[in-house]
């Protein structure tokens, strides 16, 4: 059997990624491999994350105006199979997500079809929660396509709020309750579609 090859897209912190790397070791992903690690942002601490567990890595500033290109070259001279969206702040195009049909998956900090779209990210996304009101908020995991967080949902679970709720103290809940939980368990499933006899 050959494991899918899984590449990860990152921005920032990168603590989805290492709940996707402390997956894999500990067997929650036995059917797909991280082999790459993909950032628009040179400074991403999950480049670091990246290093320490010796993962390939590779940096495309979000500048490049062939941005996309490149990282289809990269992706393709990789043989990846499975391209996986965490905390990657960086809309694709229709054409790449079409290159790459139902092999991309996103998390995102909310229960789409709450909260999502153009312009909702990161913190963003809790301050909204938090100031509409809502008593339940989560994490949820979709194939990526041309239209922001408009793909099919995976998975996805559920957050209360709880009384004196910030939007970081949110964030960090639905990361640890839900985020860290559903993309590593979509990861699974997705790869096990991709593994090679
Ligand atoms: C996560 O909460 C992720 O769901 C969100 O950004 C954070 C990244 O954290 N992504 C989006 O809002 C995408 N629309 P991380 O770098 O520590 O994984």
Known sequence: MVKAKIAVLVSGGGTNLQALIDAEKSGIIVSGEIMLVISNNENAYALTRAKNNNIATAYIPSKAPDFETQLIKILKDNDIDIIILAGFMKILSGDFTKTFENRIINVHPSLIPSFCGKGFYGLKVHEEALKYGVKVTGATVHFVNEIPDGGNIILQKAVYIEEGDTPEILQKRVMEQAEWKILPQA???????????
């Open 187 to 197: 990861a699974e499933l997705l790869s096990q579609k991709y593994i090679k006899e």
